[in-house]
């Protein structure tokens, strides 16, 4: 009965360290299937999965949307309460041999097994290994060295020295007995490397291919080991089917059906997301270039061929990538930028010479990481290229055809130039130009183009898509090349007074560089104010497209264009790269760290001296008060001095001679009463004057 209402409600899944690469991605997955994808009779899409997991402290705030609950760093007695309340506890320590995570999934697998008997209704434990704990194993015959290794020979399996903990977990799992008085059930799943998803382990050969840091990969080592791999979402879908099937077999092997070599992986890398070369390097040279961890070499140094029958066999699994890395490269890439958000960013100034289109579009590269299109320099860059090959400078070519091809190219080009008085053809031009849009760097990273093309036509030959032009029936809206179109059109506006003032004010050395003289300067404006003015403009052109034109006004002497770049940089949005090195984001942490010391020091300084001024000012007040209740109360005694004197004149005269007579006396004669004495003396005397 208690199995029966289970299957009714969605299954509560415990999946440790969400917030990891494997972890993270696989509980996605989870969360996204449905009852309905496994009881197809059903009517009601409903989750079919509850996720749950741990996360570690440094988690910023916030629950992704995937979890229904996550819980940082539990404690050991309020992990296992949370683990008790699941269906299905999935432990992975596929990822890192951390001793942690070995002794956690140890822990949780023991503290079920004593808890079995109160449980209320069956639960599933399954530890996501990896198939390190095969790295080791040799075939059952040595000549053999084709044969493929399967589930069937699990308990041949010998790990690799610094997995032996890992075969210690799963030699756990798989002791637990099973019978219907049994209420937790044990799977091993022993995973290929795991790929897919924005990356991990391989996340290096594509980040270095992307950027174009090199001008070939390197690969460590000779990269002819074969390496089992799956796709982290096939990981995904191994697990439900486990969840879903309970499959007899406690031990599952995970990895898709391509046998590829290491160089096979990096070379294929290479070709799609960057140059297309490799260079085979010392393996040492990872280590010390902080490319990978000793930890993360091991894994990419196995040599391994399995054959996972079970998942083939017995599994309703909806593969991603069944094939592998290598065969499904050009999905696997997309997956990659699309998960990091390596968006290309295609930025195009227009406006009038002077106005500022170079060194903004310098600015922009500098801050985005992409790449200037300046036509002079490019068509430079296109002869110098073209040369090398001719000349055999290149030691990357070495095939007599690309030298042929060069060399009829370089000429074709000088004769173009001979008969055009030094200037290439349009269409060379064009040429030139959709090639370095059309290059990995600009296809990868983005690109601002510098005030080229001028005009409707020019940007109609160069942006169009060639293959839709070739079809009979005609789209209402015209086509275009989306990947080397812009996507940001800034008009930079200005008037002709403006920009003569501002060229005429530059050094005459810069101006002549710049062509801003004032017997250049005038025909160039006035050209630009004609096609501005044209029948169909360059921004009729974009207009057609319907992508959206920006106009900026530039109107002040600002050689560092603040307000601009402020403006468009809030238009583009943030930098989509692939973000910094190790090595760079440790140098960045400390800048930062260094400017917040700096910061707090200049703050506590500050608030020092302040606190030291208010003291000093109210010292100098106290002091002003003191000196001013002194004068006060000089000014008071003074005072009253002056008011007493007249007083004091008048007792002295009339006054003290009759009682100083009177005293005398009355000390002469001693009466009994002195004061009626006194009294009687000053009356008798009053009465005698």
Sequence with gaps: MADKQQQTRPKRIFINDVDRYSSKHIAKFLSTSRVAEEEEASPRREPAFQIVGTVSPSTKDGK?????????????DKLLERLLECDVVVYNISESARQQQIEEATWAITALNAEMENFKSRKMFILVSSVMTWAMTKPPNLEET???LSEEEFRRRRPHPNFRTHNNVENLVLKLRRGKKFKLTGYVVACGLQYGKGENLFHYFFKVSWLMQFPKVPLFGQGTNHIPMIHVNDLGGVIQNIVALKPKSKYILAVDDSKNTLEDIVKRISVTLGSGKMNKVPEQDAIATKAFTPDELDYLNIDLRLDAFIIKDSFRLRWTSEAGMVENMASIAEEY?????????RIFLVGPPAVGKTTI??????????HHINIKEVIEEKMAQLKEIVNEADPDIDSEEVATAAQKQLE??????EMNAG???????????REKLNSKPCRNQGFVLDGFPKSYEQAKLIFSDEETENQVVMPKKPVYNEQITPEHIFVLNATDDFLTNRAQR?????AEKMRCTQEELVPRLTRYRQLSTAEQTLLDYFDELEILLEHIEVTTGDSEYTDVMKKITEMVGIPKNCGLSPE??????????EERKQKLAADAAEKKRRNEAALAEMAARYEEWQRDLSEVERQEYELLEAHSLPLRNYLMKHVMPSLTEAMLDCCKIKPEDPVDFLAEHLLRNNQQQ
């Design 337 to 345: 930028k699309d998960t990091r958000q390596l968006l290309p960013i």
């Design 423 to 433: 200037r290439l053809a349009d269409h060379l031009v064009f040429d030139i130009l």
């Design 146 to 148: 084709d044969v493929l």
């Design 506 to 510: 530059l050094p005459q050395s810069v």
């Design 412 to 417: 074709q080009f000088n004769n173009s130039m």
């Design 361 to 370: 579009a310098e600015k922009l590269c500098s801050h985005y990481q992409i």
């Design 64 to 76: 992704d949307n995937f979890l229904l609950e996550q819980y940082p760093s539990p404690t050991r």
């Design 584 to 593: 760079e984001q440790e140098e960045e942490d400390r800048k930062k760290d």
